[in-house]
């Protein structure tokens, strides 16, 4: 499966974005119908974290600390889609944005769960 992230960009602390990640591949169909899906993100100079994770039918979700109550995440199975609805953004928040397919069906935050991984989208938001 190809994972396609795109939607970032300059944002105002405070300000709101939505970032998207398009599926496609011979395997997607299959893979965005079962598999749990992730969003992680890396700063400058740091270590990529986990920020949220959405189960095969959406129907769970987790998110880091760190983004809990700014952040959701969402999948439209039928557009093979990604979504992180990112609000009250702060400059913590830059960093690169990755999304990432698990091996599994139900979130998880474990970096080690998720074996297909897109190019990532910046994004970066001003005080």
């Known amino acids: 499966v190809q994972l396609q992230a795109s939607g970032g960009g300059l944002v105002q602390a405070g300000g709101s974005l939505r970032l998207s990640c398009a599926a496609s591949g011979r395997t997607s169909g299959r893979i965005f119908s079962n598999n749990a899906m992730g969003w992680f993100r890396q700063a400058p100079g740091k270590e990529r974290e986990f920020a949220a994770s959405?189960?095969?039918?959406?129907?769970?979700?987790t998110y880091a600390d760190s983004v809990k109550g700014r952040f959701t995440i969402s999948r439209d199975r039928v557009k093979n889609t990604l979504y992180l609805q990112m609000n009250s953004l702060k400059p913590e928040d830059t960093a690169v944005y990755y999304c990432?397919?698990?091996?599994?069906?139900?979130?998880?935050?474990?970096?080690?769960?998720?074996?297909?991984w897109g190019q990532g989208t910046q994004l970066t938001v001003s005080s």
């Open positions: 990432a397919a698990a091996r599994r069906s139900w979130d998880t935050s474990v970096t080690s769960e998720y074996n297909s």
């Open positions: 959405i189960s095969w039918n959406g129907g769970s979700t």
